[in-house]
């Protein structure tokens, strides 16, 4: 198979750290407005993670790391024993932007590990972690490519849901990298992108990424995901995931668990992609998992024009959880976990 060209797939960079400051590419401009906001301060990230400026999993874990470095800003401390101390209310304001994604409180708790032992220079040792952090999850995401467009036959259509590109990671994405990796060796002809209501991530986002790379995605209404999938046109159905379950549940976008479902009648395959920094062992099953609901009035409107009457009733849970029966493959930088349960996960992540 040919070799993957990463560069050309991946251009895109969400998360710029300049020195004094954390730039963030913001996605609720996307596609029609390319406009970095600049966050000064950690309580500045908090607020980004939370109005979705940054959003992913993988991309709000490395946000917050670099939330805390910009904390450490804002605090004296002699070594890092101290330092962790008086850092402790603004990572819990961090941690606290977002429930559902583990890699944003896995994250904290590697920036709380970068300062047990720090001297005086415990400042920059959490830059660099949270430099480390991002590096790692870049050449996760690669590695996961390869090992996700393995398991794709040449010939094969792909249907994805919300984004999983480079703006939710480091870059080349999780899921959206195996759709990358998948097209640059040939192996997926058709890409299918969700447009993933409310929030409109697969509409807006995933079908931006992958124009820039001259993949040409088709765009589908997230209700004509069964009928696509009926119609032949499509052999597996690729995504992400924002918290793996110690059995293998696992928590993604809200639509997820019914695309799960369809395939299965379908008789289509069903893969995750995913770095290890998403996986939870300590997390039995998806029932433990806290599913994040916001603001209703996200689905009120689409671009400017309202959707629904005024004061209409309405639930905007933004996750759910596909229960592992429903999983064909779980693909981390680790490798594949093939019809995952919980000695599988167990056997991946002993400890
Ligand atoms: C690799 S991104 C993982 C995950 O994050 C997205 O959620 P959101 O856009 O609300 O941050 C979506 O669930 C992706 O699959």
């Known amino acids: 198979m040919t070799d993957i060209d990463f560069d050309r797939y991946d251009r895109i960079r969400p998360i710029r750290w300049t020195g004094d400051a954390l730039e ?13 906001v600049r966050c000064g301060d950690s309580d500045a990230v908090a607020a980004a993670i939370h109005a979705l400026t940054v959003r992913g999993a993988p991309a709000i874990g490395i946000a917050a790391a670099w ?3 910009l904390a ?43 300062l047990a032992g720090a001297g005086a220079d415990w400042r920059a040792r959490l830059e660099r972690e949270a430099q480390a952090i991002a590096e790692e ?24 849901h919300c984004n999983t590109g480079s703006l939710a990671t480091a870059g080349f994405g999780t899921a959206l ?19 993933t209501r409310p929030w409109l991530q697969g509409a807006r986002l995933t079908v931006w990424e992958l124009e820039q790379d001259g993949i040409a995605p088709t765009l589908i209404a997230d209700a ?3 009928h696509l999938m009926k119609s032949g046109q499509v052999q597996w159905v ?14 993604n976008k809200i639509g997820t668990y019914q695309l799960a479902i369809a395939a299965r009648h379908h008789g289509l395959k069903f893969m995750v992609a995913a770095p290890s920094s998403t996986v939870d062992m300590a997390t039995p099953s998806g029932d433990a998992i806290e599913i994040e609901e916001r603001d209703p009035g996200e689905l009120f409107g689409v671009g400017g024009v309202r959707t629904a009457a005024e004061n209409v009733g309405a ?12 999983i064909d493959a779980i693909v981390t930088e680790r490798g594949v976990i093939e019809r995952p349960d919980a000695a599988a996960m167990r056997a991946a992540f002993p400890g």
């Open 67 to 69: 939330g805390a470095v």
């Open 315 to 326: 639930w905007n849970p933004v996750f759910d959880v596909t229960p592992h029966e429903l």
């Open 224 to 226: 004509a995901a069964s």
């Open 137 to 160: 999850d870049l050449a996760a995401n690669r590695r996961m490519g390869a090992l996700g467009a393995a398991l794709i036959a040449p010939g094969s259509g792909v249907l994805t």
């Open 24 to 36: 963030l590419l913001d996605q609720r401009r996307l596609p029609f407005q390319v406009e970095y």
């Open 238 to 251: 690729v995504v992400g995931a924002d918290r793996i379950c110690a059995n293998g549940d696992t928590a």
């Open 177 to 195: 990298g195996v759709i990358r990796a998948g097209v640059a060796q040939g192996r997926i002809d058709r890409v299918y992108a969700g447009e």
């Open 72 to 114: 450490a800003r804002e605090v004296e401390a002699a070594d890092g024993v101290a330092a962790l101390a008086a850092l402790e209310p603004a990572l819990q304001r961090l941690n606290a932007a977002r429930p559902t994604a583990v890699n944003l409180a896995w994250a904290l708790a590697r920036m709380r590990g970068a």
